[in-house]
């Protein structure tokens, strides 16, 4: 175990080093700088990339950046004046990661659930409707079914606020629509994946031996069956915890979503850089959980350092 962990350690790091410095390569390529938007006289724009460290070549900027990030400082905001990176990812992160949660929960827990009950019940009415509300949540995009959700459940019904963000009830709204198409993801992968698993032999010993088709698939196809789903898990739960634009625009919340996309648009070098450092640093974290499930739901699985 221990060889394994340093391993992936010593790779994480890697990783994030080559898509970090992917990231600064690519913002700083594209033609206007993040001061050059506002009109300023060419010397206060001047003054301004000395300031941040943006006036030297692109091989300066990167060391001077890379400077940065070695003490731990993910550097000052180009657009968002005297506010640190990390200032602004604490203060908008929280939002997204709490619906996102939710979200992960949701999505996680029903698609399962979901997908395993269409798998036992395969070709029947509840197998058919299951999947066709699956195919109908993938088809539509977040930007319809949130004004929807807004009509149905806090314009008509009256049960939950129509957006804005500090209480239980604001986050349900925006966690059902965000994980809305995942739970058809991961209800169609469960289903395909437990059909596989219903045919293999060890679940005809388990019928021989005497027990119920619900009781075979509970406790011996249901842990071999999820391991694509938990592949899935991963990657999704690092894009769910960083927020989505479209449903904050939507539900009128403030979180990194929109900062995320922004940071692009305004050539904020050092608030994407941060964004992707959260994002990879996610991306490996769960990456790493996943490996570990594996071990404990097949334990034909060995990790190798």
């Known amino acids: 175990m221990l060889p394994f962990l340093l391993r ?8 994030m080093f080559c898509v970090v410095s992917l990231a600064f390569v690519l913002i700083r390529s594209i033609k206007g700088g993040p001061f050059e938007r506002e009109k300023t006289p060419a010397h206060i724009v001047a003054a301004m990339e000395a300031k941040y460290q943006l006036n030297g070549s692109l091989w300066q900027q990167y060391l001077a950046y890379l400077g940065r990030l070695a003490h731990l400082d993910l550097g000052p905001s180009a657009k968002y004046r005297d506010w640190q990176v990390s200032e602004i990812l604490a203060q908008k992160l929280p939002n997204s990661i709490s619906i996102g949660s939710i979200a992960f929960v949701l999505a996680s827990t029903l698609g399962v659930l979901i997908g395993s009950f269409a798998a036992m019940h395969k070709d029947q009415t509840a197998d058919r409707v299951a999947m066709l509300g699956a195919l109908m949540a993938i088809s539509l995009p977040s930007f319809i079914t949130g004004p929807a959700l807004i009509a149905l459940f806090a314009l008509w019904l009256g049960w939950l606020p129509v957006g804005g963000w500090g209480t239980a009830q604001q986050m349900v709204l925006p ?4 994980s809305g198409p995942y739970i058809a993801y991961i209800a169609r992968l469960m289903r395909n994946s437990l059909l596989d698993v219903l045919k293999s032999d060890f679940l005809r010993t388990a019928r021989a031996k ?6 075979a698939v509970a406790r011996h196809a249901a842990k071999i069956a999820i391991l694509p789903v938990i592949t899935y898990l991963g990657p999704l739960a690092a894009h769910l915890l960083t927020g989505s634009m479209i449903i904050e625009s939507v539900f009128n919340i403030s979180g990194a979503g929109s900062v995320f996309v922004n940071s692009i648009q305004n050539r ?3 608030l994407l850089g941060g964004a992707v450092i959260v994002l990879c640093a996610m991306l ?22």
């Not at 005497?210 to 009781?215: F, K, M, P």
């Open 210 to 215: 005497g027990l119920s088709e619900t009781a």
């Open 8 to 15: 992936r350690a010593v790779s994480s790091i890697i990783v």
């Open 284 to 305: 490996v974290l769960f990456n790493l959980i996943v490996d570990l499930l594996y071990t404990v739901l097949d334990k034909r699985i060995k990790l190798h350092g």
């Open 175 to 178: 966690a059902l629509c965000l």
């Open 268 to 270: 904020d070098v050092f």
